[in-house]
């Protein structure tokens, strides 16, 4: 048996200077080539010549493990070093902007003996206080409002651009509010908010993202796309539970679960007529349903082919009643659950395929069973009729 040629393996890029000696461009060059190194000869899919397995590949991958542990360590603090002094620019910024604009008035002293200066902003108006106590050194404030510093600082203007800081602080607070406060009041065009004690099976509906004010009441942050009721559930105490159609055919339940979020609302169309009781309709989603949950379970050993897309996304559509031809889609299903029936009871196919055939069959039946009961149910003459 001929002897296996040995093969030089490349040296690992040397690492003579400390990972904390290197400028950032050094650093990252010295990263790329002990990984490209790694990659290539250390790794089964690499371009090689690869280290032979057992000790020798062992003692290079800890090596590389250890230099490039090093390397990702002087970077992490280099990149935790320049966000922290950035901050701290940053920081430093904002006290100079506040104290640039405070605007700090003549003072006033009190029977105490403890002198008052007056703070403004251009844009933020009367703001509060500065005050030194007799002979003290530290400063405070007191804002308009009442509301004290309580941490003391080193000089007048200091206090005086704090007091800014918070002034701005509580201006953008407001506006956010007013912001809140609108969204509760504006709804989009061509919808209203509607009445919860008369929502019902089949009303469209938007309903909101909630979100937290600024004074903690829920608002809403924005309004949903429409989606179709499926049923209300009203329980004793107060709450609803409101099932809504969803894309895939389903209905996912919608928990209504405090008055503060029937305060927010829930939208339909302007000018909504009250939806007439239709039981087609309900008959229809559970038939189709069951079929869709056995084709479902034939999907994952199966496979998603094209063939059952195409069934699960017709189920779906007649699950919500989206339909031009009720019962020629109803006759699709019949005959694609028919041939799904054929082919998963084909001998050729692996076992773990054969093995789920009463799946297929069962949809198969199901669907015969549904295209027969509906067409002799009143509460489908109307599509029965539609169809000839």
Known sequence: MPTATAVAIPPMPAAPT????????????????????????????????????????????????????????????????????????????????????????????????????????????????????????????????????????????????????????????????????????????????ADWDDLTEFDLIRTPAYGKAEDGTLYPRRWRDPLEVRGVNRLESGAMVISLAQAHGGADPLFVSSQEMKDVGVLWPVGRTRPEPQPWREKLRVRMADIADDIETIRRPFGSTAHLQELADLLARLERAHSEDLFADLRRVETATGYLRVQVGDTAQPYAVREINSWAVAAHLKATYALEALATDPDFAWAVAAGT
Do not use: C
Request: proline content about 3%; cysteine-free.
């Open 18 to 193: 400390p990972a904390t000696e290197l400028d950032d461009s050094a650093l990252a060059e010295a990263t790329r080539a002990l990984d490209a190194w790694y990659r290539a000869h250390l790794l089964g899919s690499g371009t090689g010549p690869h280290i032979e397995r057992g000790e020798p590949s062992r003692t290079a991958l800890i090596l590389v493990a250890a230099r490039m542990r090093e390397l990702k360590r002087v970077r992490k603090e280099r990149d935790q070093g320049a966000a922290r002094d950035a901050f701290q620019r940053r920081e430093a910024q904002r006290k100079a902007d506040n104290e640039a604009r405070a605007q700090v008035g003549r003072p006033t002293r009190e029977a105490d003996g403890t002198l008052v200066y007056p703070v403004s902003d251009d844009k933020l108006g009367e703001l509060g206080t500065a005050r030194r106590a007799f002979r003290g050194r530290k400063w405070k404030f007191n804002r308009a409002d009442n509301g004290s510093s309580g941490q003391e600082y080193d000089s007048l203007r200091a206090a005086a651009g704090a007091l800014v800081w918070v002034g701005g602080l509580a201006a953008e607070a407001a506006e956010r509010q007013r912001q809140q406060e609108a969204a509760r009041a504006t709804v989009p065009d061509g919808w209203e908010l």
